[in-house]
Structure formats: structure tokens, C-alpha cells
């Protein structure tokens, strides 16, 4: 969908948006067919139109044209939407590298249990968990106990339409690898 930019060829880059220098020094950088693509940022500026086809021109790239792709950012939960390895740098040392794959299956000991009602679900809640909106809940059991809690609900009349496990955000990740909010401290001196 590089039509917006060719609909601009004659128009001075001064007046492009920020969104569409974005593309643009996307498509300089793919000129000489490089093997890799270093982005910094590369959906600042951008509408979510624009992210929506930045994110699947950098997906195409990497698998048809074998472009491997770093991205330096801090909008981690975009990021996590098309990302498949991360690479945690803190202070000029690399702190955590993984897959997402790998990071998303870390357990974190909460399920999300959908039920058809919430009513005297209380009873049945411990510290840590939560109703949340839509007859959903939280729960922070171990993967030994889910199966016996959910017959519990079953047992006391309750209709379970999905247990899910929670994965683990990157933010949860990368706050966990660099230590909470430890790093505000550091930034101060």
C-alpha cells in the first residue's frame, strides 16, 4: 500500500507527515536490498492504519525476503504483536534474549476462568484474585490445582465456558528481568 507515497512524489519531504517520513526512510533504507534492517521507533508517529501495514510490510520482509530485522523501542505490547525474539539491554549490557514464544509460555500461576455467572463467586476467591467484567475471573493457582477448583465451580452449579492460562505481557517480562521499578533510580543520578 505504497500508493500514499507515490501519490506524494512531487511533494517536497519538508511536507510530509511524520507518519510518512517514517515510510519513507523505510523504503530508502530497503534500496540496496540489505540483509539487515536496523529501525529505531519505526511506528512513531504513525496512525494505527499505518502500523497496521508497517507491521506487515516488516512481517514480509522477514520471511519472503529473508530480512532479518532489529528494532529498537519502547512500545513493548507492539512490539509483542509481531516481534519473535527480544533482546533486553539495560546500561549497554544485554540483561535477558529470548523468544516471545518462550517468554509469552512462562508461567505466571493465573488463570482466567470464564463462567456463565458471578453470583457468590467471592466465596471461592483468595487473596490475589479477582472478579473481572463479563462474568470472567482471575486466579492464582498452580497448574496442579486448577482442574480441582474448576470442579469445585462445576459442583456448586457454575457453567465454565474457558480456562485460559495468563501469558506473561513483555512489559511483565521486562520489568521482572530489570528488577521492578528499580531502574528509576538509576536514571536520576
Known sequence: KNSKIKDRINDKVSKYSLGMRQRLGIAEALINNPNLLVLDEPTNGLDPEGITELRALLIKLAKEQKVAI???SHNLA???SFCTNICIIQE???LSSE???ELKHETIGKYIIELDKQDDIDRFL???DKKLENGFVEVNKAREEISDFVF???KAGYKIYQVKEKEKTLEEAFLERIGG???DESNKK
Do not use: A, V, Y
Open 70 to 72: 532489529l528494532i529498537s
Open 78 to 80: 507492539e512490539l509483542q
Open 92 to 94: 549497554g549490557k544485554i
Open 99 to 101: 523468544s516471545i514464544n
Open 126 to 128: 483468595k487473596d490475589g
Open 152 to 154: 469445585e465451580l462445576l
Open 181 to 183: 521499578d528499580n531502574n
